[in-house]
């Protein structure tokens, strides 16, 4: 087995520094055209620029999303991004239309092209036609096994690199084709701009076909209805199974999640990978599973399934509880040795007599109780009641820059 790529990632410049700073070995983010979450704040000529040389700094590399389903005016506005993008230094494009995979290819030659899950890669077949094609990488189906990757990788060349999703929001339809939020709300969600129907709240009557004419209602319980939403993909405890299937990149879905999701899952994954290829401590990755899944609870998410590697799920995905252990409440700015204090930049309402938790990008995690506080103007308060204030607190230990603060709900 070969060890896979952490991809973390990155809707705006705040998660790619969350994302570099706590593992990932590659980002993919979008330019504000093109991909397909135009809804999330993506980021400008200048800032891709930046992006590109903040990543590069780290040894990390950059995958630009440019797949959404292109129409004719679309390959016209395309025309001499990839060479822009090229120029800047990105290190792989994302496409999932034959068209823009071309033109790609004849704007910027040297550069990698991935093909999207969204091109919906399902065989080997498929797999070897996008290498043919000129691509380097498929991002497969989300619907296929692990039995399925195997098949695929055995029959495929080596040089295609394989990509699949290790943990995430999935999309309830096909591959993420859906028409849904197009219908409902005029926002494509094939060029970007879902708006996130499956997540509404509905009131629906169902046709009793035993009885003609008459409706049984589908009500909403305290917890949302069921009929759209899908839960979280969370594949943790099985690293080893998805590297022996043979995928070479384990992707963390989220360019619309916080920041504190963003580091949790990147911490979380960098951990668990290095441990579940740690020979020289045989038994660690099984022994750290349980902490691995209370990283991942602390930030917002519905309940984990492993998807459709192990078996086709008969609608036990369906759940639209959205659920977390602990409160995002800042981030560390930085560290003064000579007075043990951090400044935390507040995101949330926190206050003396709390039990904050820090969790830093490198270090151990460590929680403490608040006793003191000042803002500022080095005046002592009781309460951080502000979003993004400046605060003084004295910790027990020293801690990084970038360190995520929580509270226990």
Sequence with gaps: MNKPELLAPAGDFEKLRFAIAYGADAVYLSGTSFGLRAKAKNFSEGELASAIAHAHQHNVRVYITANIFAHN???????????????MGADGFIVSDPGVLTLAKKEAPHIEVHISTQANTTNYASARFWHDMGASRVILARELSLEDIAAIRAKCPKTLILEGFVHGAMCMSYSGRCLLSRY???????????AHPCRYSYRLLAEDITRPGK??????????????GAEDLCM????????????????????MKTAFYVGLAAKTYRQAIDAAFDESTPGKYEECIPHYLDMLKMASHRPFNTGFYFEKPQGELLDM???????????????????????????????????LTFIQPQGKAFSQEITEMYNKDSIKIVRAPNAKQLITVPVNEPVEALTLVCRQC
């Design 73 to 87: 005016n679309d390959i016209d506005e395309m025309t001499g991004y990839f060479e822009t993008l090229a120029a």
């Design 184 to 194: 409902m709300s005029g926002r494509d969600a094939n060029k970007g701009a879902c």
């Design 215 to 228: 409706f049984m209602p589908v009500d909403e319980t305290e917890h949302g209805t069921d009929i759209f």
């Design 236 to 255: 943790v405890e099985h690293i080893p199974a998805m590297a022996q299937a043979g995928l070479d990149s384990f992707k963390i879905e989220g360019r």
């Design 321 to 355: 509880t959205y659920v977390r252990s602990h409160d995002f409440v800042g981030v560390v700015q930085e560290y003064n040795a000579q007075t043990g204090c951090a400044i935390v930049e507040q995101r949330n309402v926190f206050e003396t007599g709390d039990t």
